[in-house]
């Protein structure tokens, strides 16, 4: 099974920038669905973005804009570019992976990496 690792959170202020980076454990990461989800204190886990081949990359209304999902498949690794971020943005930013689920629920993926700290601060 895939192993997933999160990096590149840290602390920013408004409207700063962080890229996210999430490395995979396999070779054939090129055939998982990619999301990146975000859980703030006190709050559920939600959906930030997805990307899948052949299909467009899906956003949160929250982040359209000024979050970007790509993915360099000769690295085993996606990214997440956000841009203009807010204080509502500070969150633990979650890496996950599935062979078959294109959704914005995280209970469709099986696999996750550990998280990283994202905070924004005014």
């Known amino acids: 099974q895939v192993q997933l690792v999160d990096s590149g959170g840290g602390s920013v202020q408004v409207g700063g920038s962080l890229r996210l980076a999430c490395v995979a454990s396999?070779?054939?990461?090129?055939?998982?669905?990619v999301a990146w989800f975000r859980q703030a204190p006190g709050k559920e886990r939600e959906f930030v973005a997805a990307i899948s081949r052949g299909v467009p990359p899906a956003y949160a209304d929250s982040v359209k804009g000024r979050f970007t999902i790509s993915r360099d498949n000769g690295k085993n690794t996606a990214y997440l570019q956000m841009n203009s971020l807010k204080p509502e943005d500070t969150a633990v930013y979650y890496c996950?992976?599935?062979?078959?689920?294109?959704?914005?629920?995280?209970?469709?993926?099986?696999?996750w990496g550990q998280g990283t700290q994202v905070t924004v601060s005014s």
């Open positions: 996950a992976a599935d062979r078959a689920a294109y959704s914005t629920y995280s209970g469709d993926y099986d696999y």
């Open positions: 396999e070779r054939t990461f090129n055939n998982y669905i």
